[in-house]
């Protein structure tokens, strides 16, 4: 089994990763049977986005935890490496694809846990939500807004007090920031086929930021939102600690 070992500048990433190249090797991308990130959530989603090409093809993804949460990640064991991965579940995922056009020009980027909106200033954004062509709320006033996939409903969603959704549930979490009017809209669940578009009301006094996971746009002033689900990638987790039982099990967290 050929690695392709990756570390964050997580304090004890660098040392971890030189352990595991010493018992097992290192190759490059390109050649290697499955890419071993070794740091924190962000940096999984950072391997990701920069080998999206290998991994479209099927090349398989097994982080190994040295950052805070670690949701994405396994267990730093150096140990028995090929036994686990030969045992361990895999995770399917599809990422959001933002489209988004702002005041200096337009971008697309991929996001795996959610695309949000956030205020810049301290002035409440004013945002419009359509929903498949069709208006569904024509006027949010909040610190932003939401789209998350079930992966990454347990992280930014879940902190706005979204839905945890299970992995294998078809829809997607539609959660409002901090909403001031309506006061009583708590979000939406929308089947993973929707598309969504976020339209900023007042752009220039009210100015608004987008987000594809950990990637910013400044001065939005459109964001469509859909599932990219031509994109298939495979996340490995140990058999005892599959994605699905951490997404389960948040569910009934204290």
Request: a neutral charge; glycine letters at 8%.
């Amino acid at each position: 089994m050929k690695f392709a070992f990756t570390a964050s500048q997580k304090p004890g990433a660098k040392t971890l990763m030189d352990e595991f190249v010493a018992k097992y090797g290192n190759h490059d991308a390109g050649d290697a049977d499955i890419i071993v990130p070794i740091g924190g959530d962000g940096f999984m989603l950072e391997t990701l986005r920069r080998n999206m090409s290998l991994i479209r093809r099927g090349l398989p993804v097994f982080g190994v935890n040295r950052g805070t949460i670690g949701f994405l990640m396994n267990q730093m064991e150096v140990n028995d490496l090929p036994a686990r991965i030969k045992q361990a579940k895999e995770a399917t995922v599809s990422p959001l694809r933002m489209d988004a056009v702002a005041k200096g020009g337009a971008i697309s980027e991929l996001a795996f846990n959610e695309v949000s909106l956030f205020r810049q200033t301290q002035q409440a954004a004013h945002i419009r939500i359509i929903v498949d062509g069709k208006e569904r709320l024509g006027h949010l006033m909040a610190d932003g807004v939401l789209v998350a996939t079930p992966a990454g409903s347990t992280a930014y969603n879940l902190s706005a007090h979204g839905p945890v959704i299970p992995l294998g549930a078809d829809v997607l979490a539609l959660t409002p920031i901090s909403a001031f009017r309506p006061r009583r809209w708590r979000g939406a669940l929308l089947p993973n086929t929707a598309k969504v578009s976020l339209e900023v009301l007042d752009p220039e006094r009210r100015p608004v930021s987008a987000s594809a996971d950990n990637l910013e746009l400044r001065d939005v002033h459109t964001v469509n939102i859909e599932q990219d689900h031509a994109t298939q990638l495979t996340l490995l987790f140990d058999s005892d600690h599959g994605l699905d039982e951490r997404i389960l099990r948040e569910q009934f967290s204290t």
